[in-house]
């Protein structure tokens, strides 16, 4: 079977040289290596996607000369798939529902903090500091009644104990050097939002699905996501889902050294466009060889 690669951008800003780095490197792995290479839009965010932004990624790709098989996938047309994702969880008593809101959560975290170091996830957020897993069935029944909005959460330790230790392979590298057979730590993560009373899939479960439902055999993405493997490694193995190999890569950093990203404004595809840069340059200018 040929592998099978993928580039999985989300339609929530401009592409800037950094996507463009991670699309080409697909595109030459799957070629090279006689795969298959497949789009897909992670348009689960309803509030940040737009069908401009969209139009703009399809069309910034086919310019840097990328082609792709098939239909291009949508993760906003498959939520149902999700859900019943979610149920299976909820019915493995995976899941529960945590009613705090984003407010109350760091007002938890600040308090928490008055004790000492409150643990963050490997993107450096406050790992979730609420009771709600101990929620008495009734007063959680009252609380769903009631209509209020709430996140559902995984119960990081009791997913663990179901699957034990896990791993993956990785062909690129993690941010310290990270190679081979990488051990996965879930526990880094706490108790991850999976779901949303109005949203039913977060990011990693959404990834975790859409990679085994489209055959993809070779996961090559940005550093950034290296940590993320291990939620989705966890999810795989409680969803018995396929595997896939990992490829991280490095990241396109700005002159002062950052990471490009839409939200510090990065310079977009389109404006390098306009400027009359051409697709070779841009493959010169990101270190990959000629088309
Ligand atoms: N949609 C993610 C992003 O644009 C990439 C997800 C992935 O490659 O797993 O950053």
Avoid at 159 to 183: D, K, N, Q
Avoid at 194 to 213: F, N
């Amino acid at each position: 079977m040929p592998p099978v690669f993928r580039f999985a951008p989300s339609p929530n800003g401009l592409l800037h040289l950094g996507h463009a780095f991670s699309a080409l490197l697909n595109f030459d792995l799957a070629r090279a290596a006689g795969g298959r290479m497949l789009l897909r839009i992670e348009d689960i965010d309803a509030t940040r996607c737009r069908p401009e932004f969209e139009a703009a990624i399809l069309s910034d790709l086919s310019w840097l000369g990328l082609r792709w098989e098939g239909e291009v996938r949508r993760q906003s047309e498959h939520f149902e798939l999700y859900r019943q994702a979610t149920t299976r969880l909820s019915e493995m008593g995976l899941l529960y529902p945590a009613f705090e809101s984003r407010a109350e959560i760091a007002r938890l975290v600040m308090q928490r903090e008055q004790a000492g170091p409150w643990p963050r996830d490997p993107d450096g957020a406050p790992l979730y500091p609420g009771d709600a897993r101990a929620l008495t069935p009734d007063r959680r029944a009252q609380l769903l009644a009631s209509g209020a909005p709430y996140a559902l959460r995984l119960d990081m330790a009791a997913a663990i104990a179901r699957v034990g230790s896990l791993s993956w392979r990785e062909r690129g590298e993690g941010p310290h050097g990270e190679t081979g057979t990488v051990p996965a730590q879930p526990q880094a993560w706490g108790d991850v939002v999976l779901a949303r009373k109005d949203t039913p899939t977060s990011y990693h479960l959404a990834v975790a699905i859409d990679d085994a439902l489209q055959g993809v055999t070779e996961v090559v993405r940005g550093r950034d996501l290296f940590w993320a493997t291990s939620v989705h490694r966890l999810l795989q193995a409680l969803l018995d889902l396929p595997q896939p190999a990992y490829r991280h890569h490095r990241l396109i950093l700005d002159v002062a050294g950052h990471k490009l990203s839409k939200s510090m404004r990065a310079t977009s595809l389109v404006e390098l466009r306009g400027s009359g840069i051409t697709p070779p340059a841009i493959r010169r200018q990101l270190g990959l060889p000629p088309a």
